[in-house]
């Protein structure tokens, strides 16, 4: 994990892996592409890429924000009707140029270009496989498995949906891909739904996109989430679908509504805002406490602390003002010059704090040094209590499903109980909300949520971890499709 990374106080927070678009339309894409990726920027700010169908598959990808990757130049180059993108931080694989994405190959039947969000957990053992046949990797991301997988399976069978459907019952773990085959493009989503990934129309234009915002800032309108198990082709018409075997719950990540989705993003049928509000209001019933105001950290805690201040009905104060010019500027590899990193990133509002009892909202802690650096910040400002309240229960395990928590030792509530985490912050008091609150707040049935990381057990087998009970996913594959519930089936079916 880069958790206590190089960029400031947002590096010592979870990141995620990536953000992924489709696209097809009846005019050239690559600029709507563009757009979708910068609105995306949120969940991977390492590398962006774009690869259209112009005659034959054209990558452009490179390090950086989208807006410093591409040129106007270079969205005018890549033409076609049909393309794709992807934003990336590195979870597996290291964080270079040739991790980028979308990686591209050709088949005998032409070029395959692909784009993905999530973590394969037996990609090693898949590349050690593949590599025992003669196969050589060009990359260390396990991105370039699926497509060399898929590729395979192309040659192999000669029939693109086949492949796809054959292709993913190798696959454990987290996958929300975007495929363009030929000019063919699809997007898939795990049998699980880990990651999100939906589909919106409208411009022209028929788009997969992680996050519904995309179609909301582009003027589109968003139709669906892509089900558990789907592929869906993006085409000139419309959309065509089928589904895969999948399992009759899913294991959505609880992360992703609590602090790496957009609030203004839908997921699975809940905005995130809303569920980020109701989280707060559960924080106040469960730690209530007497005090003056209720803070945000920005901007992670926000909706959280009017949730609090709502259901408190302490008044909601901007105390801390983030300096939004600073992100991704310097580079502070040890403790010392990361605490200079919050100091420059968040400056207090002396006279809103001086003399208060304050209620601090957060969205989650993972090593605790950030939140302990502004918990001083606050202290200094004046403030005669401060009492942190946090959104997401205690974090103790990593996650192996596409957010950048790799190892157990840095999480703080592996090692300290809640009133020592309590010392070692300086706050007064500490409550996190519980795992049944959240799961409340969310409006998901528990069966439906991976929480893996505060939990230790997974919805997929990971070697030396725990799995929560459930059926593999191949008895989900020999079951008869049931009659009463024909949404179950394996079918294809027009949009
Ligand atoms: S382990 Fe945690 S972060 Fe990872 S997918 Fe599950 S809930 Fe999300």
Redesign the pocket.
Known sequence: MRCGGENGYKELK?RDKCGVIGAVGSSPVATDIYYALRIVQHRGQESAGIAVFDGEIKVKKGMGLAHEVFSKEDLQDLGGTAGMGHVRYSTTGSSAVENAQPISCTTEYGGIALAHNGDIVNSDALRKELQKRGWAFMTSSDSEVIVRLLANEISSTGDVIRALREFTKKLVG?YSLVIMIGERVFGMRDPLA??PLCIGRGNGLRMIASESVVFDTLGMRFLRDVKPGEIVELTKEGFESWRLPHPTHT??????WLY?ARPDSLLDGRLVYDARVKVGEQLAKEHPVKADIVMPVPESGRAQAQGYSRASGLPLVEGLIKNRYIERTFIMPDQSEREIGVLLKLNPVRSAIKGKRVVLVDDSIVRGTTIRKIVQIIREAGAKEIHLRIGCPP?K???????D?KTRDQFIANKKTVPEITTYITADTLGYISIQGMIRSLRQARED??????TGE??VKIPGERVRPEKPLEEFAEEPPKPARPRRKTSKKRI
Do not use: K, N
Request: glycine share 8%.
């Open positions: 979870p987290s880990v990651r294991a959505h990540c609880m992360f992703e790496f974090i395990a990593p996650c192996y499903l596409g957010i928590m949520l991976c929480l893996g990381c505060l997974y919805p």
